[in-house]
């Protein structure tokens, strides 16, 4: 079994930045790479400031020197399967080698679905081109036929005045305006057949046998991320601007909604510039570092923050901690509920509590802390409600009564209990009653790198919901609910991680 710090996928500018940059952090590192770049069929690489007009493979070897030479090894190769496991991840790679890594950067690029016409895809990256800003300079001036969208046709004529833009549609009035401005033909039609005369395109032939004379081909080619035998990370690429392209978000430097994980490059951005997949690259393996940092620190602490002494201290005192004032979640999604019996699990001071038993409910607040429980106590008696306290380790909670709601905002669980937890608070459910689980959403991982937040803090409203019979569930409510809130003195956008299921009765 191998074991690295980090498992890089995918050797490209995004990847072995990445690598460069954990190499010289002195972490270990692992690069598998198919050896399959996106730009293998460019002659050169353009835009990228000291190596323009550099052939990419070329970049990509003096890549692979430089981040040998800080002890990152390379492997040629696939991931053939990835899943989290434990406080990390295990990978397979073809061949059946298995490697853990205690994070994961996926640097995968893009595949482009290119059209199916006849001639076009022999003829990709040398005179069937679809990035002006990657192309333009080379075929200025020249007659250009653009298979793409009206965006394109727009953007292309920055480079020439000889263009032409094949569409199937017919465009708007208004873009028909602009179109004509600028000098640009429309034909509508569909292409058939990419002409090729002494090694050159001379033109294309559309589906109706009308010929249209081109020096070169612009596809608007719809783009995808490579995530191949990534499925069991739980990554779920996003539709994308363009049409029929889709990519992975991410938040912040490159996280993604599954902790230790985050992605750079062309996987996350369908710009597709080389020199911004690099940036991306080692903006995301910094991160990585630091979450490294953190993780190494608490263990030389021996004290995670996390555990009942932890909570003792936390709610130790007179002061409150918290506001007192019940999550704006529960207030809007518990609102339409008719009151019955309820349990707060990881109560807190009660804030959510002491607001369900003004509404009528039996409530039971539970928390692992006897001091966070006193001040449950003490904020029921100025509220004149009662609330039952049970002081329990969330984690191995099952006192055997079935509740009319089950809730929990914001648990700190303990590394590798959390999914556990969730479905002991989904089994303590009764027929017909709700599920309601508000947690921080993985895209706000940076917002509390620097408080000891551990992995298992932050999760989505999708991951909850899978661990959902739905023969047993009914998802209500399943979304990344956003809202602003105060960190270090500063208002940020955050995210809220809402999930509500009714048992079927």
């Known amino acids: ?49 000291g190596h323009d007009g550099l052939p990419p493979a070329d970049l990509l070897a003096r890549g692979r020197a430089e981040v040998e030479g800080y002890g990152v090894r390379l492997h040629r190769g696939r991931v053939t399967a990835a899943v989290p496991e434990g406080n990390g991840f295990l990978a397979t790679l073809d061949g059946g080698t298995e490697v853990r890594a205690r994070r994961v950067l996926v640097a995968t690029g893009l595949v482009d679905e290119l059209p199916e016409v006849d001639g076009l895809r022999a003829r990709w990256g040398r005179d069937v081109v679809h990035c002006p800003y990657c192309h333009g300079w080379e075929v200025r001036d020249r007659r250009i036929v653009l298979l793409g969208s009206m965006h394109q046709a727009l953007l292309w004529r920055n480079w020439t005045a000889a263009l032409t833009w094949v569409t199937p549609t017919t465009p708007e009035a208004d873009d028909r305006a602009k179109l004509a401005a600028l000098g640009i033909t429309v034909i509508e039609g569909a292409p058939a057949e990419v002409l090729v005369e002494a090694d050159a395109v001379t033109g294309i032939r559309l589906a109706s046998g009308r010929v249209l004379e081109a020096k070169v081909i612009a596809t608007g080619a719809p783009m995808r991320p490579r995530l191949d035998g990534l499925d069991g990370l739980g990554l779920v690429a996003e539709e994308g601007p363009f049409p029929g392209s889709s990519f992975l978000p991410t938040g912040d430097r490159g996280q993604t909604v599954v902790p230790g994980v985050r992605a750079a490059g062309n996987v996350t951005d369908l710009s597709a510039q080389v020199v911004v997949a690099a940036a991306e690259g080692q903006m995301a393996a910094a991160m990585l570092n630091m979450e490294l940092i953190e993780e190494d620190t608490t263990r030389a602490m021996h004290r995670p923050p996390t555990g009942r002494d932890y909570w003792e201290d936390r709610y130790a005192g007179t002061e409150r901690v918290w506001s007192g004032r019940p999550n704006r979640v529960l207030e809007t999604e518990a609102a339409t509920l008719t009151p019955g019996t309820a349990a707060d699990i990881g109560a807190g001071e009660g804030g959510d509590a002491v ?22 106590a003490a904020l029921a008696a100025e509220q004149g409600v009662a609330v039952r306290t049970e002081r329990a380790d969330v984690g191995e909670w099952d006192d055997g009564r079935r509740y009319d709601l089950v809730t929990s905002h914001f648990l700190h669980p303990e590394p590798g209990i959390r ?87």
């Open 1 to 49: 079994m191998d074991e690295v710090d980090v498992l890089v996928i995918g050797g490209g500018a995004a990847g072995l930045s990445g690598a460069l940059t954990l190499g010289r952090a002195r972490r270990s590192v692992l690069v598998v790479d198919a050896g399959e770049p996106r730009n293998a069929p460019a002659a050169h690489m353009h835009g990228f400031l």
């Open 419 to 505: 999914d556990d937890l969730f479905r002991r608070m989904a089994a303590a459910v009764a027929p017909g009653g709700t599920l309601l689980i508000v947690g921080h959403h993985p895209h706000d991982r940076h917002l509390r790198d620097g408080l000891g937040a551990l992995e298992d803090w932050f999760v989505t409203a999708e991951q909850v919901a899978a661990l959902l019979d739905p023969d047993e569930w009914q998802i209500e409510v399943a979304e990344s609910r956003p809202r602003t809130e105060e960190h270090a003195g500063r208002q940020h956008e955050v995210a809220d991680a809402v999930l509500r299921a009714r048992r079927r009765g």
């Open 355 to 376: 607001w369900l038993a003004t509404r009528g409910w039996d409530v039971t607040a539970v928390d692992i802390a006897q001091g966070a429980l006193d001040k449950v």
